[in-house]
């Protein structure tokens, strides 16, 4: 597979829509057509919908083609924040990990990186991370920060300056003594790249919280957008029990006797 390899390759120059873009091997022409067609969305400040065929390293193509139009068009300091959302924990590690390859081999200005994920996936407390239940975990963590009693919370040091492997990033939070689920929020402040789950943008009850992330002229991407929908639905569909239900009939009738 000449992506496994691409490590031990050297890298490609293109000029696609007038922007110097970097890719890891040489490109094919349905890759080439994809980068194109980013660019233009981008330059343009337009929304695209993408398709790409199964195992031509879309993800790699996405990622080349929106850094390098990035590194071409601004200096770092202005460069407009890049926000790439996936379906699931296990994707986004995945995305992480390609762009960590990415950010080895190929020479653009340096690229800040912020994932945000759950506790489940980055508490490293020894009483919190033991909870299975994640509503515990979130009432568990917010008590000992009010309290004081969370010594990584605390602990305000950054001890990455990006996120290139999620669990390299949390070992190293866990030996500096950080937090990493508040380390990377504190990271996305001044991070070019913030990867994160789809529901974070989605969902109603988590929006007013993130809403703050998003800065203007940002590049927004949902990665995996056939997926989209059910995301959507899942983001705005609650459970009413049958006990809940019984209760708003009595006052209901209540109110109606009266």
Not at 100 to 108: A, F, M, T
Not at 207 to 236: M, W
Request: one cysteine or more.
């Amino acid at each position: 597979n000449e992506y496994k390899s691409y490590l031990r390759m050297s890298y490609q120059t293109l000029e696609i829509e007038g922007v110097k873009v970097l890719f890891p091997f040489k490109p094919y022409d349905n890759q080439i057509a994809y980068m194109k067609e980013v660019i233009q969305a981008i330059s343009s400040k337009k929304n695209a919908i993408l398709a790409s065929p199964i195992g031509s390293d879309r993800t790699v193509s996405l990622l080349c083609a929106v850094l390098s139009w990035c590194d071409a068009k601004a200096p770092p300091s202005e460069r407009p924040k890049v926000y790439l959302a996936t379906r699931s924990h296990t994707h986004l590690s995945q995305v992480v990990s390609e762009l960590g390859k990415l950010i080895k081999v190929l020479p653009w200005k340096p690229v800040r990186v912020a994932v945000l994920g759950s506790r489940d996936n980055y508490c490293v407390h020894d009483v919190v991370s033991g909870f299975a239940n994640p509503q515990r975990k979130v009432e568990e963590c917010n008590n000992l920060r009010e309290n004081g009693s969370c010594s990584y919370f605390q602990n305000k040091k950054i001890p990455v300056s990006t996120v290139t492997d999620i669990e390299e990033y949390v070992s190293s939070c866990k030996k500096t003594q950080v937090c990493p689920y508040y380390t990377n929020y504190r990271m996305a402040d001044t991070a070019d790249v913030i990867i994160l789950p789809y529901h974070y943008l989605l969902d109603m009850d988590l929006q007013e919280h993130y809403e703050t992330l998003i800065k203007p002229d940002s590049i927004i991407i949902f990665d995996e957008g056939h997926v989209l929908n059910r995301a959507c639905e899942k983001g705005f569909t609650f459970r009413i029990s049958i006990e809940t239900i019984e209760e708003a009939n009595e006052d209901v009738i209540g109110r109606d006797a009266a």
